[in-house]
């Protein structure tokens, strides 16, 4: 284990960089100091985002466009909500037509599923599973809560196409993300299916789309040990955990006055 004060200091050490996104790249509504800065010096090498967001790739293409990141700085974006789309357009998942769906926004669900030969309700008694891909910000959410205690009376399926259980936002503040719900499901005794970090099928994903010869060559970028560095050391990839994203409230003291970036080749594992 090592402590950084910058990626920069071993990117040459690597042949492709993978970037979580939130608590990362940005907290949701801006980029982090140095964030664009840095992915500028770093644009002679193969960079990717791989992210647990429930929508599309090419939505979180444009926010992080948008946020002034170069429209060409990663060649790829994986998100969560793209593995998922893959699962369903290739039939793997044909035997559910109507989806529950619980988003961050109306019509999340409708652009996420595009041209997808599924349907959508908010009844539980209709559906063939619930969509667990998005949460307004908000600590706690009551009345998801209880629309999923109704469909694990009916032993539906859960679908989370977000596993993180909390998200940073500006002014250091968290929120409450699906996987929370979507592991509540579980431990209740509900049948979820993971889409996305820390699970191993979306890193192997991402590395048939980079065409990864040698993981020892992959770095991995994030801020969480659960999802992001837990999975990276899944595949034999290093990890760079960056202290200051979800976690930098709880790690502040520990992390007074030192760097707070630490590297991890593939054998280690933060503690």
Known sequence: MQQIDSILAIADQYDTIVFDQWGVLHNGTSPYPDAVLTIDALKDR???????????????????TGMGFAPDAFGVVMTSGEALHIEFSQGRLREIKTL??????????????????????????????VLLMGLPDADVHPAQ?????????RDLPLICSNPDRASPRAHGKTVQSPGALAHAYADAGGHVMFYGKPHKAIFDVLADALQVTDPTRVLMVGDSPEHDIAGAQTVGWDSLFIAGGLHADTL???FAGHPRHIHNSNTQVIQ
């Open 100 to 129: 529950l769906p619980m988003t961050a926004a109306a019509g999340d669900a409708e652009k996420w599923a595009g041209s997808l030969p599924v349907s959508f309700t908010d009844t539980v008694d209709q559906a063939d599973a």
């Open 252 to 254: 502040a003291d520990a």
């Open 145 to 153: 809560s209880a629309i999923l205690d109704q469909a694990r009376a």
């Open 46 to 64: 193969s960079l990717a985002v791989l992210s647990n967001s429930g929508k599309r790739a090419d939505v979180n293409a444009s926010r992080i």
